[in-house]
Nanobody
Framework: QLQLVESGGGLVQPGGSLNLSCAAS????????IGWFRQAPGKEREGVSCISSSGGSTNYADSVKGRFTISRDNAKNTVYLQMSSLKPEDTAIYYCAAYPARIVQAMCVMTEQLFSSWGQGTQVTVSS
C-alpha cells in the first residue's frame, strides 16, 4: 500500500527556514511525480510545488518562488521541501502527494485531481 509520511514541520519566526521531508513506503518513488500542497485555516488547499519523477522538472506557486526549493532523492525514497524567508502567510498544514509519472510524462503539474496518494500532513506555523 502506498504510504507518504511528512515530517519537519514546526514553529518558526518570520524570516526563518524549515525543511520538510516526505518519505514514501510501499512503492518506488522514482515512478511518481510528487507535489507539496498546503491548507491554511479557513482556506482551500493550494498547490505549492511539484517535481517530476526524474527530478528534471519542477514547478512552484508564484507565492513561494525564490523562497522554496523542492528536491528528491529517489535512492532514499524521499522528497524534500526547503522553505526559507518564511512569512506568516505560509502558516498551514503541508501535505505531500503522488501521482504515477506515466500520467504526465517528463514534467509535473499541480493539478490536485491527479494526485492519488496523500500524506497526513505536517503543521508549519510562522509567528513571532
Amino acid at each position: 500500500q502506498l504510504q507518504l509520511v511528512e515530517s519537519g514541520g514546526g514553529l518558526v519566526q518570520p524570516g526563518g527556514s524549515l525543511n520538510l521531508s516526505c518519505a514514501a513506503s510501499g512503492f518506488t518513488l522514482r515512478s511518481y511525480a510528487i507535489g507539496w500542497f498546503r491548507q491554511a485555516p479557513g482556506k482551500e488547499r493550494e498547490g505549492v510545488s511539484c517535481i517530476s519523477s526524474s527530478g528534471g522538472s519542477t514547478n512552484y506557486a508564484d507565492s513561494v518562488k525564490g523562497r522554496f526549493t523542492i528536491s528528491r532523492d529517489n535512492a532514499k525514497n524521499t522528497v524534500y521541501l526547503q522553505m526559507s524567508s518564511l512569512k506568516p502567510e505560509d502558516t498551514a498544514i503541508y501535505y505531500c502527494a503522488a501521482y504515477p509519472a506515466r500520467i504526465v510524462q517528463a514534467m509535473c503539474v499541480m493539478t490536485e485531481q491527479l494526485f492519488s496518494s496523500w500524506g497526513q500532513g505536517t503543521q508549519v506555523t510562522v509567528s513571532s
